[in-house]
């Protein structure tokens, strides 16, 4: 089945420590983004990336890196310098992400970080 | 700076009555136009959109919602509402401009009484 796949679906991080997500697409779609969802806040645009090899902050990008290295993939790291980092993360992805939008932008599962 | 607004956090109906989720947003262009559901603990599926084509959008699970420019309002409305439906939902737009980016309203809780 076609879709986006986000692992781990949960994960706990101790002080200090850099921990990675991932997100896989088999949808061949050229863009991703990665958002922060907080209770009450909606979600938040951390990162996109509109093809491979390029990335864009997003709203709240300090604390987080990420790559695109491949199309179908697009790994969010949340580094030690994110001082408030447990939230629900939701990986997506969208056809493309050029200004000729309008696309539906798709999303997966979701991930919970719980800093411990 | 395009925002989003979604009236009231938390919205009650009881099983059969009218659901209308409200969401207003703010942009002289009107800008693409999502709405998505959220159930606990899952990602986002979307509703239905509206890109300039028929101001009265259908979607799935007997949503519809209607564009309004002269109210900035893309309100969101099913006739007669499920116990299925409890779950929140997320009023969206993509500025025209801005490439393929969602900006999203703060949510609005739907919940559904026997």
């Known amino acids: 089945d076609g879709g986006i796949t986000q692992s781990p679906k949960y994960l706990f991080r101790k002080e200090g420590q850099n921990v990675t997500l991932s997100c896989e697409q088999n949808?061949?779609?050229?863009?991703m983004y990665w958002y922060r969802q907080d209770p009450g806040q909606g979600l938040r645009l951390i990162y996109y990336?509109?093809?491979?090899?390029?990335?864009q902050k997003g709203d709240i990008a300090e604390g987080y890196s990420v790559s695109r290295e491949k199309k179908e993939s697009f790994p969010l790291t949340v580094t030690s310098a994110q001082k408030n980092p447990t939230a629900f993360y939701l990986c997506?992805?969208?056809?493309?992400?050029?200004?000729?939008?309008?696309?539906?932008?798709?999303f997966g599962e979701g991930s919970w970080l719980t800093v411990v | 700076a395009q925002s989003v607004t979604q009236l009231g956090s938390h919205v009650s109906v009881s099983e059969g009555a009218l659901v209308l989720l409200r969401c207003n947003y703010s942009?002289?262009?009107?800008?693409?136009l999502f709405w998505y559901v959220q159930y606990p603990n899952q990602g986002l599926q979307l509703l239905l959109k509206?890109?300039?084509?028929?101001?009265l959008v259908k979607g799935i699970n007997g949503f519809e919602a209607e564009f309004k420019k002269s109210e900035t309002s893309f309100h969101l409305t099913k006739p007669s509402a499920h116990m299925s439906d409890a779950a929140e939902y997320f009023c969206?737009?993509?500025?025209?401009?801005?490439?393929?980016?969602?900006?999203f309203g703060q949510g609005t809780e739907l919940s559904v009484k026997p």
């Open positions: 997506a992805s969208s056809i493309t992400g050029g200004t000729a939008s309008g696309n539906t932008i798709y």
């Open positions: 509206y890109t300039s084509a028929a101001t």
């Open positions: 942009s002289s262009v009107p800008p693409y």
């Open positions: 949808l061949n779609h050229d863009a």
């Open positions: 990336s509109q093809i491979v090899n390029d990335f």
């Open positions: 969206a737009v993509t500025p025209r401009n801005q490439g393929g980016k969602l900006i």
